[in-house]
């Protein structure tokens, strides 16, 4: 029985007590019974008092056994959440005797809890660290530290490899003393993803500087061909173009060779002109208002020759609400001939349609489409055509007079414009290049 109960049960006691008393005191002198009745009938409003007051009681000791129990749940969801943190934590006291460790603690150390209580931490740090470890602990010990934040350490569990560790330790008073609370990570993966970090990071500031380089030569040693390829052109035209001279048709034959091939060169030292350019971030594109109806239209126009050569149809389809777009007019012109070109030397039978639109429900996107019905390209090839210096056939390349850098350009320019270039394609049935550009480029810097 508990003490609450045993307390009712002699209030019980006394009252009935009272009671039979009452009823004792009726046998007495008149005198008498006034004075003891009003004695009992205190000790009855005493008793109710009594009463009153264990009912007020046993209503505390509820409230208190509901808080008793609250708290023990807290104290387990804390000891719980401490338990199976994902980081290892420890309280030593100021010697840095381990007087708790977390699970998490006990699988880095390598030892069980169990056997952790009663350690020095130290003995979890490699010797020629214990030095600067010691140190530190004393300077929390005298107050020099407060709290110690990402303190890297090198650690040696029990057994198996040491490991990076980062640290937090904090200072602590509290009514049992001062301890040390630890809080440990090992930190080796993100040590070794900075490192990586590190070296990719001076791996690219070489490459840039490579890249750097090269489009500065490049861009040099173009320069340097063009002028006598120049010369080379201006002769050679001027031999065929004057009659007098007379010469053998041999020789005219053997000066347009002269011409012809300078200019596939000069044409060649352009491209990696503007590529090294690119590269370099050098390439200007001084924005103006262009009409894309009128520009595609003369485009195909100049390419007419080629295409009525090889028998071939060009067709060209204009759907544009607007056909003002601003972007600059020869870079554009670059890109269309760049792939109109290639439409035509990549296809033997059928033609090129070219197609230009608004993306469908965006006014400001505007769509080219190159289409043919050529030779098409392998699936495995499609990633690398817009590399320079890249054909899907290297034989090829005598067939068809190309470089590998046509692509290459266009992609660079077409990034440029903040746009994009994609290709579908089937082999022996032909390849859409479709490109989209915004309407309105923003000021190049
Ligand atoms: P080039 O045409 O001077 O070789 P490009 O960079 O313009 O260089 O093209 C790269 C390669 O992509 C070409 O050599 C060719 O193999 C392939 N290619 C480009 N356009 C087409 C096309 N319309 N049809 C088939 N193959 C193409």
């Known amino acids: 029985m508990n003490t609450d109960n045993q307390l009712l049960q ?14 004792c005191v009726q046998d007495l002198p008149a005198h008498k019974v006034e004075v003891i009745t009003e004695v009992l009938e205190q000790v009855n409003v005493s008793l109710e008092e009594l009463r009153v007051a264990r009912e007020e009681l046993s209503h505390q000791n509820e409230q208190l056994s509901v808080t008793r129990e609250q708290l023990e749940r807290e104290r387990q969801r804390y000891k719980e959440l401490f338990e199976f943190a994902p980081d290892a934590y420890l309280v030593t006291d100021e010697n840095g005797t381990i007087r708790e460790a977390n699970y998490t603690a006990a699988a880095l150390l390598n030892v069980s809890q169990r056997f952790l209580v009663g350690k020095p931490l130290s003995i979890f740090v490699p010797e020629e660290e214990r030095r600067d470890f010691r140190l530190r602990i004393n300077q929390l010990r005298i107050g020099e530290l407060e709290r110690l934040r990402e303190w890297e350490l090198r650690m040696q569990p029990r057994k198996g490899e040491s490991f990076e560790a980062a640290i937090t ?37 070489r490459l840039q500087e ?15 061909l063009r002028t006598p390829m120049n010369a080379i052109l201006g002769f050679s035209q001027l031999l065929l173009r004057h ?33 090294s350019k690119v590269d370099a971030g050098r390439m200007e594109l001084p924005l103006e208002e262009v009409d894309l109806v009128d520009l595609v239209h003369k485009t195909t126009d100049e390419l007419q020759s080629l295409v009525i050569e090889k028998h071939l149809f ?30 035509i030397k990549f296809t ?14 965006d006014l400001d996107r505007l769509v080219i489409e190159v289409k043919d019905t050529g030779i098409g390209i392998p699936k495995e090839d499609i990633e690398r055509i817009f590399e320079a210096f890249e054909q899907v056939d290297r034989s090829a390349k005598r067939n068809y007079q190309s470089t590998g850098l046509g692509l290459a350009i266009s992609k660079s320019l077409v990034d440029l414009m903040q746009g994009t270039i994609t290709v579908t394609s089937q082999v022996g049935e032909g390849s859409t290049f479709r490109v989209e550009l915004p309407r309105r480029l923003r000021v190049h810097k």
């Open 243 to 275: 009659p007098h001279l007379s010469l053998e048709p041999k020789q005219v034959q053997m000066v347009e060779r002269i011409h012809d091939n300078g200019h596939n060169l000069l044409g060649l030292i352009n491209d990696i002109l503007d590529l």
């Open 10 to 23: 002699q209030i019980e006691n006394v009252s009935s007590r009272l009671t039979q008393m009452h009823e």
């Open 348 to 361: 033997e039978t059928g033609g090129v349609r070219i197609e230009v639109s608004e993306v469908e429900g």
């Open 169 to 205: 330790v904090s200072a602590v008073w509290n009514p049992e003393g001062f301890n040390l609370r630890w809080m440990l990570r090992d930190i080796t993966r993100r040590k070794k993803v900075e490192a990586q970090l590190g070296q990719m990071h001076l791996e690219n500031l």
């Open 314 to 343: 060009l067709q060209v389809h204009t759907d544009l609400q607007n056909p003002i777009t601003i972007n600059n007019r020869s870079r554009l012109r670059q890109i269309l001939v760049n792939l109109l070109a290639n439409a």
């Open 210 to 224: 490579i890249t750097q380089i090269k489009s500065q030569f490049l861009s040099a040693i173009s320069h340097e």
